[in-house]
């Protein structure tokens, strides 16, 4: 099974500023994925993080605000830029192992 | 579009009162059907993955079943420590790997 690691656990942010959350797995994968989970939801899929290519992102999503590296076959970033209340949410990092497993999400609030 | 209901939304079981959970689906073609706990702050934990139609998996007091249309989740003889939300996904066998989630039943077992 894979152990996936999320920076931050949680945080409280500025309406209008940045913040990136990063994804560590400790085996290689082949996929990575960005989920939200805003209060009291389930799970959207933001993008599918692709190894040395730009991400794909979902209808809703955009590049500009949702900004996705995958250096490597064990780590991602998802930057979300630009924060407003409306994306007080669970973020949560996704890979594809001999299953699928989860991170155990990074809650941010946007005050 | 791939398309996940789950039902009910939430159930609320006496300590011992066996039930299940069902899961409808709509895919153009089922790569796997998957289920998974998530506790309240928590990422979702795997439990379990079926493929094919009369497949059926158990782990403790959870067997999971799947037909061409819908997938069950039997707990038998539940305990406080089996409350938790129940999510279903499914992964489709052409186009995007990324799983398509339910929006969960949130399970309380009382003492």
């Known amino acids: 099974s894979a152990v996936i690691s999320q920076k931050p656990s949680r945080d409280i942010c500025q309406r209008g500023t940045s913040l990136t959350i990063q994804c560590q797995v400790d085996s290689q994968v082949t996929m990575m994925f960005w989920y939200r989970q805003q209060p009291g939801q389930s799970l959207t899929l933001i993008a599918t993080?692709?190894?040395?290519?730009?991400?794909?992102?979902e209808s809703g999503f955009v590049i500009d605000k949702f900004p996705i590296s995958r250096p490597n076959l064990t780590f991602s970033t998802l930057t979300v830029s630009n924060m407003s209340p409306e994306d007080s949410s669970i973020y949560l990092c996704?890979?594809?192992?001999?299953?699928?497993?989860f991170g155990e999400g990074s809650w941010l609030t946007v005050v | 579009e791939d398309q996940v209901t789950q039902s009910p939304e939430a159930l609320r079981l006496q300590e011992g009162e066996s039930s299940s959970l069902n899961c409808s689906y709509t895919v153009s073609g089922l790569r796997g059907l998957f289920w998974y706990r998530q506790d309240p702050g928590k990422g979702p934990e795997f439990l379990f993955t079926?493929?094919?139609a009369g497949e059926e998996k158990e782990k403790e007091r959870l067997k999971a079943t799947l037909t061409k249309k819908e997938s069950f989740l039997h707990i038998t003889a539940p305990k406080p420590e089996d409350s938790a939300t129940y999510l279903c996904?499914?992964?489709?066998?052409?186009?995007?790997?990324?799983?398509?989630f339910g929006s969960g039943t949130r399970l309380q077992v009382q003492p």
């Open positions: 996704s890979a594809f192992g001999d299953t699928i497993y």
């Open positions: 079926l493929y094919s």
């Open positions: 996904a499914v992964q489709a066998s052409t186009g995007r790997r990324a799983l398509t």
């Open positions: 993080a692709n190894q040395g290519s730009e991400a794909t992102y």
